[in-house]
Structures are given as C-alpha cells and as structure tokens.
T-cell receptor
Framework: GAGVSQTPSNKVTEKGKYVELRCDPISGHTALYWYRQSLGQGPEFLIYFQGTGAADDSGLPNDRFFAVRPEGSVSTLKIQRTERGDSAVYLC???????????FGPGTRLTVL | AQKVTQAQTEISVVEKEDVTLDCVYETRDTTYYLFWYKQPPSGELVFLIRRNSFDEQNEISGRYSWNFQKSTSSFNFTITASQVVDSAVYFCALLDNYGQNFVFGPGTRLSVLP
C-alpha cells in the first residue's frame, strides 16, 4: 500500500514569506505527527494530531508555526514570516493510533534564503 | 524528561565486519517503547524495530539483532556481516506510554566500506 507522502519535496523561499507543507498519511492511520530535522541531528517533535484535533502542539517553536488536519487525514504545516533558522527538513509520520509505530514520509526540505 | 543518547557519532567498518550501535535511554515511565530507524542517503526514515518495556527478549531479524537490557537502560543494535547497503544514519528513539513524547537520539552515521 501507499506510504506517507509529503509535498513539495523541496521548497525554497525568501525570508518573510509564508509557506505551506502538506502531508498525506497512510490510509486509516488516525495519528499524524510533524517533526523538524536539522542537519546532523535527529528529528524533533513539533505537533501531533489524533483525528482532527491537535493532541499535543508543545513542540511548535513559536506562533509563526501552525498545523491543521481538518478532515482527519491530510495535514498542512503552515509557517508565517519565515526566517533563515526555519531551514530544515520537515518530516511527517503517521501511525494507526497513538503508541503505535510511526511510519515516516520522505520529508520536505525547506530552505529560507 | 526523556532522553536518548547515542554516544557513537560515526562508525566506519569494512564490509563483512560485525558492528554494534549503542543506545542508552532515560525515562521515569515504567511503560515505554523503544525503536530503531534507519535513514539512508535518500533521507527517508525506515522503521526497523519496536520493543516495549515489558519485553526484554532479544530479537534477531536476518543480519540484524537487538539487545535490550533494562538494568542498564540500553537498547543496542548489531549488524552482522555488514554490507555497503547498510551505510546510513541510524536513530534510536523512545516513546512514552501516552504515545505523545517521541524522542530521538542524535543518530550514528555508519559507513560500510567495500
């Protein structure tokens, strides 16, 4: 079956712009997670959805970051007024439910110039 | 707070050598879950194994084996007869009982030379 997909695979933007990153989880997975991975580091948790609601958004670095999952499937991570420090690979994962194994997408590499 | 330590930043071995990647974790939970993921140069994280805290049995899957020792809070990963395709960054990770706090170690970059 299809795995987790993320679009775009690469995004280059200018400082101050707004970006949206999309994640399509594995069909039937109710839990969805966003992570950020900087070069040479492990993924860092950003936000977790169970169904449509954000169950834990404690990892979002500040209020420029926001994520939605309106129908409990596809999720969009939104970053306003991007800064150079936001440059990283943004990973999405999904799992059947919370505590189940998370399967990761290929990531979106965001570069803020 | 939960923490995962992978003390080996980089390891290089020659093909067919055995190699062990270390993972030490910290948690106050009595129920938790441990994972290993592989991240090849293509970038996608590939799930390798999941182990819950109640199951200390070691596991073998082909050339891969895992040694879980609660007494030392370690979950080490051994690759037997390594191959060039094993070259990747390997991450150990810890999930709490509530399924919300998923903490990754910094990763170990394994290079297997022909």
């Amino acid at each position: 079956g299809a795995g987790v997909s993320q679009t775009p695979s690469n995004k280059v933007t200018e400082k101050g712009k707004y970006v949206e990153l999309r994640c399509d989880p594995i069909s039937g997975h109710t839990a969805l997670y966003w992570y950020r991975q900087s070069l040479g580091q492990g993924p860092e948790f950003l936000i977790y959805f169970q169904g449509t609601g954000a169950a834990d958004d404690s990892g979002l670095p500040n209020d420029r970051f926001f994520a939605v999952r309106p129908e409990g499937s596809v999720s969009t991570l939104k970053i306003q007024r991007t800064e150079r420090g936001d440059s990283a690979v943004y990973l999405c994962a999904s799992s059947l439910s919370f505590r189940d194994t998370q399967y990761f997408g290929p990531g979106t590499r965001l570069t803020v110039l | 707070a939960q923490k995962v330590t992978q003390a080996q930043t980089e390891i290089s071995v020659v093909e067919k050598e055995d190699v062990t990647l270390d993972c030490v974790y910290e948690t106050r939970d009595t129920t938790y879950y441990l994972f290993w993921y592989k991240q090849p140069p293509s970038g996608e994280l590939v799930f390798l194994i999941r182990r819950n805290s109640f199951d200390e049995q070691n596991e073998i899957s082909g050339r891969y084996s895992w040694n879980f020792q609660k007494s030392t809070s370690s979950f080490n990963f051994t690759i037997t007869a390594s191959q060039v395709v094993d070259s990747a960054v390997y991450f150990c990770a810890l999930l709490d009982n509530y399924g919300q706090n998923f903490v990754f170690g910094p990763g170990t970059r394994l290079s297997v030379l022909p």
